[in-house]
């Protein structure tokens, strides 16, 4: 992997004579200047309004300077199919800068409904609201439905769904399923078209929103998510946006923010040979960081995310990317890489209170390889997942919100050295695979009463130097389900290690004494 990724890093200083500086204002710039200067000089010397305007001039070994202004940046930069050479890449210096997905919601258009709620007519707002700077997801009920019902939903994509949830022990196909339009035309839906929704509801794609269900010749129920909307929630519906403020607030008194871009940084294409330094970004309705294709030599250097509707960062396909130094916080994960060619390197990186994975590389097969060095997980749903991953000196921390969140989630190739696990009422889920899972020089902490190990695997769990420092037992569960045995740590332990195990201490026991600092100065 260093030989892999370490060229770029070496290179990276380096400037070549022809190498530009392009400088980008959005308060003052406008994109007809030739981003040659900081400052305003002639109608054609001055900076560039839109960082993607210095992109698509940008060459190899050439920087894009974003200046410090007062508020966000409101744009999405792409590099599509666009990229420097090894050695010369194109850099993105953002000193600072915060690119956000958000639009401001004008005060007028609000129109109040009955029961607390208000409508804006024809307004998208993808996945989030911002409301007073606070994120709030947009309610939806496929997950939520009883037995009978239906519900329809239109993604961030535009791809319309109708859910079902049948009763239990039936499938949605052993119905006869009909929709009703406004205009009363009755549609019988193929049995063969459902498939597997949000559990334990069945899916139907590309279907209009009916005005009405039959379900085996009956109206079924068909709630909306606008009907169903609490204090504080809000939804799209038929292109409208519906919103219930808490305490019978006007929505014209309040700041509310449309959340309308994807992404704030995405690489795209066969290219590479991309830095991106010193950049935040917030409120986007997918990843801030997103790197799709065949992009290699792409780095990341101090980029930072919050409150994002999926990932913080995110690579795929068969990339090559350097993240190092990074802090994401409350977004659907902190880091989500599913490369199946290329790999990963991720140091110095702190992930908080994201809604599910801290750090997750998932794949079933691949040639990628992962390295994960240097990392605070804090108060995330769960902390760690791991495959084709070889992670060192780690630190995750469950807060009493989250203690029922699992620390490790292990699928072989594994492999974790001198990390540090502590408050995890889950300490360990090792899923099913073939390989080997490697645990060397790491110690869980508490709680007391013994910690959830959840073992579904056929293949090798290694443990050299493992120790649990808060309390002598474990639950190991002899299924998924909750109820298991008790049995000391020391058992555990003999029994899952290898006999050629040494036992040996080969790696400090627990991560290191500066990510406890970490922590600490990054908490909220």
């Known amino acids: 992997m260093k030989n892999l990724f370490g060229v770029g890093l070496v290179l990276l200083g380096c400037r070549c ?32 309004k839109t960082i993607q305007r210095a ?10 300077h974003l200046a410090v202004i007062k508020g ?14 090894p050695g010369r890449p194109i850099t993105l210096d953002g000193h600072g800068a915060t690119l956000s997905g958000a639009e401001p919601c004008a005060p007028g258009g609000w129109v109040e409904l009955e029961g607390g709620v208000w409508r804006r007519k024809q307004t998208l707002s993808r996945n989030i609201l911002i409301v007073d700077g606070e994120m709030i997801l947009e309610t939806r009920l496929a997950g939520d439905l009883k037995e009978g019902e239906f519900c329809f939903e239109t993604n961030q994509w535009g791809d319309a769904t109708l859910f079902f ?39 139907f794609k590309g279907k209009p929103r009916p005005a009405g269900i039959r379900l085996d010749g009956t109206e079924a129920l068909f709630p909306s998510a606008r009907a169903s909307l609490q204090p504080g929630h809000w939804c799209m519906e038929d292109g409208d946006l519906y919103f219930y403020p808490v305490m019978n607030k006007n929505p014209a008194t309040l700041n509310v923010q449309l959340v309308v871009r ?51 960062f995110s ?113 360990l889920r090792v899923e099913r695979g073939s390989g080997e899972v490697r645990l060397s020089g790491v110690q869980f902490k508490g709680p007391a009463d013994g910690q959830r190990v959840l073992l579904e695997t056929r293949g090798k769990v290694m443990l050299d130097a493992v120790e649990w420092s808060d309390g002598t ?16 740590v020391t058992e555990w332990s003999r ?5 050629d195990a040494s036992g040996t201490l080969t790696a400090a026991i627990g991560c290191t004494p500066e990510l406890w600092k970490l922590a600490e100065k990054s908490a909220p």
């Open 17 to 48: 004579l022809s190498a530009a500086d392009l400088y980008v204002n959005q308060d003052v710039g406008t994109d007809r200047h030739d981003g040659l200067s900081a400052r305003i000089e002639s109608a054609t010397r001055g900076p560039l």
């Open 55 to 64: 992109v698509d001039l940008a060459g190899a070994g050439d920087t894009i």
């Open 72 to 85: 966000d940046y409101r744009q999405e930069v792409q590099f599509r199919d666009k990229g420097g050479e």
């Open 165 to 203: 949830r049948p009763p239990s022990g039936r499938k949605a196909a052993e119905f006869t399923i009909e929709t009703v339009s406004a205009a009363g035309e009755v549609v019988r839906l193929d049995p063969t078209k459902w498939s597997g929704g949000s559990r334990p509801s069945y899916k």
């Open 262 to 312: 994807g992404t704030g940084v995405s690489l795209t294409g066969e290219k590479g040979h991309v830095a991106v330094k010193n950049l935040n970004v917030r409120y986007v309705w997918n990843d801030a960081f997103n790197i799709h294709g065949r992009v290699i030599d792409a780095q990341f250097f101090n980029c930072n995310a919050t409150d994002c509707f999926d990932e913080g």
């Open 315 to 427: 690579a795929h396909d068969a990339c090559e990317t350097v993240l190092d130094g990074a802090v994401f916080t409350r977004c659907d994960n902190g880091v989500f890489n599913v490369n199946t060619e290329g790999g990963s390197v991720t140091r110095n990186l702190v992930v908080r209170d994201c809604r599910h994975y801290g750090f997750g590389v998932a794949i079933v097969e691949s040639k990628a390889k992962h390295v994960l060095e240097d990392a605070v997980l804090a108060g995330n749903g769960s902390q760690l997942f791991g495959r084709y991953l070889k992670a060192n000196n780690v630190l995750i921390l469950a807060d009493a919100a989250r203690a029922d969140s699992t620390g490790i989630v292990a699928a072989a190739p594994f492999q974790l050295s001198q990390a540090t696990v502590s408050g995890q009422g889950n300490a």
């Open 473 to 488: 037992r474990v639950r190991l569960p002899k299924t998924n389900a909750d109820e298991g045995t008790e049995i000391p």
């Open 495 to 499: 029994a899952l290690s290898s006999a």
